[in-house]
């Protein structure tokens, strides 16, 4: 005998886009939130402390205005914030140089199907390498790495230009090498399974499908090494970093003002132009 | 050994004659090839039929060592996957591959991805010459008559990323009849393209099969394979039919796609009727083209 039908209850067959209950995910909840307080504590947070004393923050604002646009804080403004471009610019592009061939050394090999275990090893060589210096690279801030440079080199825009190559390199090593992992790997193996060899599969199989999103990192590293070569100047790697430390021990805070707008506005047209030549290239 | 493969290929057709011996391949507990064997003769065309998951893919994976398998798969008498990186290499030079979904870097100028059908030719500086410039004159003549040859004359610098799917499978076969391979695996090559194209790309095909080159088509078109002198079914890995599409009864069929072909579309009972240019039967009617 067929039995009645039952009510088909969806709510609780298909659920909803929220994750369901279970014991995992309710510990990692438990988790972040001990985490969450313990940072509170540790960094002796509180809100209440920012939002009822506010005099000494008032009177830093206050001082600051009216900017200071006499010619010679200008003349300082735009040489700081063209020193900063500059250093961003070719901060990035070198760290670009460096970073591609890591980053092609740094990519796993797809082609390994038939390969002897020493074969596998040899080649596993190159790409730990790549990987280990990329990671050297990225995982030390850019700051440190002016320092280090300002303590070898003397002060200035060379040693944080260095510092921001370095980082980018680093950074954008692993991205790269990232892409090249993630295009879609069919027509690099229809190129491989026809005769070609792994330089070959590289050269039009990979770096072809990787183009626009290199392109489009490279000018997000851009847009990154220009808010940090406000801040290396702060250790004397040059930049507008070094005028506005300059001002601030001079407590000259008009001249601070005109520097931090300066720096604002020169992040936000850098940004704007960036974000507009990325989305003209992966549209 | 592999020098001069084209030349070798014509003068002498056993060079690309294909042995697939014993071959099995395994996804884990799954068996994707159980035990399969067959041999291709040099100049053959062969239609490989079956259900999805049969192992057609997997079996023209074996073949050019993509991935590994137990048994043996012989290319001209050598061992594919017992070849060094560039005896491999050599020997995927010898074979063309298209596939459904083209497999066509989108972003190259249709041109450069139809002369990369020569890639396995090219020594480093003429890759680094055609990945900068262009491929060289010869090269490019060889491109703009295979582009013509596919009724895409004028586009070999269009984006291939701009082309029609047909377009693209067209490009794909451009690329075959710039590398003149000695055997062509061609995986549902016609599944995702309209009946003109279907022809068009058959077309090239046969032309190739006509100048030496085995051809090997996995097809889900029964009525199509029907035009092959030689059907190879698979079902679930091994091999469930091998002959004349004259012996492949219905019964058979149904067998093979575990009773789904009284709902099949794509075959009939019918004899064979024409449904474009030279459909009744493919030239060459012993399965070896007249070369």
């Known amino acids: ?283 | 050994m592999w020098t001069n493969r084209r030349e070798s290929l014509t003068s002498s057709p056993p060079n690309n004659r294909l042995e697939i011996k014993r071959v099995s391949v395994a996804f884990g507990r799954n068996l994707a090839l159980d035990d399969v064997s067959f041999v291709i003769e040099a100049g053959e065309r062969v239609a490989v039929i079956g259900t999805s998951g049969a192992g057609k893919s997997t079996l023209f994976r074996a073949i050019t060592r993509d991935i590994g398998v137990s048994g043996e798969v012989r290319l001209g008498g050598k061992e594919i996957h017992s070849l060094s990186k560039r005896g491999l290499r050599e020997a995927r030079g010898l074979i063309g591959r298209i596939h459904q979904s083209y497999n066509l870097v989108p972003q190259l100028p249709a041109g450069v991805n139809a002369a990369l059908g020569d890639v396995g030719e090219m020594g480093k500086t003429r890759t680094l010459r055609t990945f900068l410039i262009g491929p060289e004159a010869a090269l490019a003549k060889r491109v703009e008559a295979a582009m013509e040859r596919v009724g895409l004359a004028g586009m070999s610098a269009t984006k291939t990323a701009n082309l029609s799917g047909g377009q693209q499978q067209r490009v794909a076969v451009a690329r075959l009849l710039v590398q003149k391979p000695g055997l062509i695996l061609a995986d549902e090559p016609f599944a995702a393209v309209d009946p003109v194209t279907t022809e068009r790309v058959l077309d090239a095909l046969l032309e190739l099969n006509g100048g030496g080159a085995s051809l090997l088509v996995s097809l889900h078109d029964v009525e199509l394979a029907k035009r092959f002198p030689r059907v190879v079914a698979l079902k679930e890995g091994r091999v469930a039919y091998d002959g004349s599409p004259e012996s492949l009864s219905k019964e058979k069929l149904n067998d093979i796609y575990d009773g789904d072909m009284e709902t099949n579309p794509k075959e009939s009972d019918e004899p064979d009727e024409p449904t474009g240019p030279d459909v009744t039967r493919l030239k060459g009617q012993d399965g070896i083209s007249a070369h």
Not at chain 1, 193 to 199: K, L, N, P, Q, V
Not at chain 1, 220 to 241: D, H, K
Not at chain 1, 259 to 272: P, Y
Request: glycine share 10%.
């Open chain 1, 1 to 283: 005998m067929a039995s009645p039908p039952t009510e088909y209850d969806g709510q609780k067959s298909i659920g909803g886009a929220v994750p369901r209950f279970s014991w995992g995910s309710s510990l990692a909840i438990l988790i972040i939130l001990g985490l969450a307080g313990w940072s509170y504590y540790g960094t002796q947070f509180d809100i209440l402390d920012l939002l009822t004393n506010t005099e000494p923050a008032s009177r830093f604002v206050s001082e600051m205005f009216p900017p200071d646009f006499s010619l010679a804080t200008l003349q300082a403004t735009g040489q700081g914030v063209l020193e900063t471009f500059h250093m961003s610019f070719l901060g990035a592009l070198i760290g670009a140089i460096v970073a591609f061939p890591l980053a092609a050394l740094g990519t796993r090999n797809i082609e390994t199907v038939g390969a002897s275990r020493s074969e596998k090893i040899v080649r596993a060589v190159p790409y730990h390498a790549a990987r280990f210096v990329l990671n050297v690279f990225r995982s030390v801030p850019d700051i440190l790495w002016a320092l280090v440079f300002v303590v070898a080199l003397g002060l200035g825009p060379f040693p944080g230009t260095l510092a921001l190559a370095v980082h980018s390199a680093g950074v954008l090593g692993k991205l790269y090498s990232e892409t090249l992992e993630a295009v879609p790997s069919r027509p690099v193996e229809a190129l491989a399974s026809t005769g070609a060899d792994g330089f070959q599969s590289f050269l039009f199989g990979m770096l072809p499908q990787g183009m626009s999103n290199f392109t489009s990192l490279t000018l997000y590293q851009w847009e990154c090494n220009i808010r940090s070569a406000t801040i290396l100047g702060f250790v004397g790697a040059g930049g507008i970093g070094q005028q506005i430390l300059i001002s601030m021990n001079l407590f000259d805070y008009p001249k601070v003002a005109t520097l931090v707008g300066a720096t604002v506005i020169v992040v936000l047209v850098v940004d704007r132009f960036s974000a507009s030549v990325r989305k003209r290239i992966t549209d």
